[in-house]
């Protein structure tokens, strides 16, 4: 599989680091190991979701009952969210860490990965959530804790990016 384990080994060991206890998901090809150490580690919360918007509530919840989360999702899942992102995580100020596969880029093969590509970042930007990329394998534990922070001190969404530089080994 052309999904970097290794590289996911790291953006895991990051989340974990600074102390998330939940990850909540749907199947996605660039989240595949992600989801698999969540699932396999007994430290962790793993909760397999229906649809992404789950997610929000899943992570409100978290905050509630003092757990920090990670919503893993791809970037079309961030798109189908948008409303419980809004009417709920924003409104109620919840500390919400969106780990984002940001498909539909420069190098990507799948026709149908390319709208909610180029419709991630605007729709960021609409919504006032701080987003930043997670490209380099020596920078994802800063980019996460700094992520991490900044969602609790602004109890606010915030998004990162795992981009194709980051994810994929081409074979």
């Not at 680091?17 to 919360?45: F, K, N, Q, Y």
């Not at 409100?60 to 809004?86: P, T, Y």
């Not at 960021?124 to 990329?133: Q, T």
Request: aromatic share 8%; glycine share 8%.
């Amino acid at each position: 599989m052309p999904v970097s384990e290794t590289n996911s080994r790291v953006v895991y060991a990051a989340l974990k680091s600074c102390g998330i206890g939940l990850c909540s998901a749907l199947p996605e090809t660039w989240l595949v190991h992600l989801i698999r150490m969540a699932d396999d580690d007994p430290e962790m919360i793993f909760l397999r979701l229906a649809k992404e918007e789950e997610g929000v509530g899943v992570s409100a919840g978290a905050h509630f009952a003092g757990v920090k989360s990670a919503m893993l999702m791809q970037n079309h899942g961030f798109l189908a969210s948008v409303n419980g992102i809004v009417s709920f995580a924003q409104l109620y100020r919840i500390p919400l860490l969106m780990v984002i596969s940001y498909r539909g880029h420069f190098g990507e093969r799948d026709t149908w990965q390319t709208q909610g590509g180029s419709s991630t970042e605007p729709v960021l930007r609409a919504l006032g959530i701080p987003f930043a990329f997670l490209d380099d394998p020596e920078k994802v534990a800063r980019r996460v804790t700094e992520a991490q922070t900044l969602a609790y001190s602004r109890l606010h969404p915030v998004a990162l990016l795992l981009t194709r530089e980051l994810m994929w080994e081409e074979s």
